[in-house]
């Protein structure tokens, strides 16, 4: 079965501290994965893929295949990335994202 | 131009009640996806569109829900005989082509929150 797990429900972190946002995922073939971010009022959006191995905002995130893991990081945190995300698994050949809980991320000043 | 829309935005009906939640895909979206998100949970698949065909219903909780879509234009969601476990923020989604192996990207809508009493 498909499943993503986000361990921590809330993570408060001070501006400018490195922030890490974990996911992990079980799944037995090569799935895609992605981060989506949902700020204050706004809809859900699409943060980043593992495929593109690119950095949006600051954040970037490894697919380690070992520990099945795609956690999310940024180096330095800035108040405007105060918000919910969600890590997403789309198995081979599927139609379907499976998503995770989700992370509330507090930036404080 | 315009996002996914959807309608109403919030929508609070009796126990028993049959309610119609309405989605607007971005024009020229071919796939179009339902999710459910209960307080304090993630998504929840429930069906995708491919057009106006349906090939994964598994994510519909039981038979009091269904939806339809036109084309490749508007879709449905329909709960009859609501029940309170019902109560959750229905997204709707869409994307240029079917996501698997395409690198597509989905689109989300704002949601409909739905109560039910």
């Known amino acids: 079965a498909q499943r993503v797990t986000q361990p921590e429900k809330l993570l408060s972190v001070f501006k400018g501290a490195p922030v890490e946002l974990k996911c992990n995922y079980s799944?037995?073939?090569?799935?895609?994965l992605f981060w989506y971010v949902q700020y204050s009022r706004q809809r859900l959006q699409l943060l980043l893929r593992?495929?593109s191995r690119e950095s949006i905002k600051g954040f970037t995130a490894d697919l380690n295949k070992g520990e099945t893991s795609f956690h999310l990081k940024k180096p330095f945190a800035q108040e405007e990335d105060s918000a919910m995300y969600y890590c997403?698994?789309?198995?081979?050949?599927?139609?379907?994202?499976?998503f995770g809980q989700g992370t509330r991320l507090t930036i404080n000043p | 131009g315009a996002g996914v829309s959807q309608s109403p935005s919030n929508k609070v009906t009796e126990k028993g009640k049959d309610v119609e939640l309405r989605c607007d895909p971005i024009?020229?979206?071919?796939?179009l996806y339902w999710y459910r998100q209960r307080l304090g949970q993630g998504l929840e698949f429930l069906i995708y569109?491919?057009?106006?065909?349906?090939?994964?219903k598994s994510g519909l909780p039981s038979d009091r829900f269904s939806a339809e879509r036109t084309g490749e234009s508007v879709s449905t969601l329909t709960i009859q005989r609501t029940q309170q476990e019902d109560s959750a923020v229905y997204l709707c989604a869409s994307s240029l082509a079917i996501l698997a192996g395409g690198g597509e990207t989905q689109y989300f809508g704002p949601g409909t929150r739905l109560l039910v009493l």
């Open positions: 024009s020229g979206h071919t796939a």
């Open positions: 997403a698994l789309l198995g081979e050949g599927a139609q379907k994202l499976v």
């Open positions: 593992h495929i």
């Open positions: 799944y037995s073939g090569s799935p895609e």
């Open positions: 569109f491919q057009g106006n065909s349906a090939p994964d």
